[in-house]
Nanobody, 116 residues
Framework: QVQLVESGGGLVPPGGSLRLSCAAS????????MRWYRQGPGKERELVAT????????DYADSVKGRFTISRDNPENMVYLQMNVLKPEDTATYYC?????????WGQGTQVTVSS
């Protein structure tokens, strides 16, 4: 079955950096687009970044453009989110996502807290 397992979250001061990782299994990873979403306290889940199946096209929410970078390693079935110049408003649970065979799959999430 499809499994997505995020890691790399934590507590970081404003201006700091974190790299999130997502390990994927149970599907042919190299054929599917991958996304990172986040859900902050009291907020709806929002799309943060998308990477196409081959990594040729990247897309970002306006709020993270220029600060976050999504990437993937197809041989390792991994997707990453490099987050720089973090702000308190980036505080959220971050989720890895894919859409496979007409169904949406999410990981359990990893918590990112930006605070001094």
């Amino acid at each position: 079955q499809v499994q997505l397992v995020e890691s790399g979250g934590g507590l970081v001061p404003p201006g700091g950096s974190l790299r999130l990782s997502c390990a994927a299994s149970g599907f042919n990873f190299r054929n599917y687009h991958m996304r990172w979403y986040r859900q902050g306290p009291g907020k709806e889940r929002e799309l943060v970044a998308t990477i196409t199946y081959d990594g040729s096209k990247l897309d970002y929410a306006d709020s993270v453009k220029g600060r976050f970078t999504i990437s993937r390693d197809n041989p390792e079935n991994m997707v990453y989110l490099q987050m720089n110049v973090l702000k308190p408003e980036d505080t959220a649970t971050y989720y890895c996502h894919t859409h496979y065979l007409a169904a949406d799959y999410w990981g359990q999430g990893t918590q990112v807290t930006v605070s001094s």
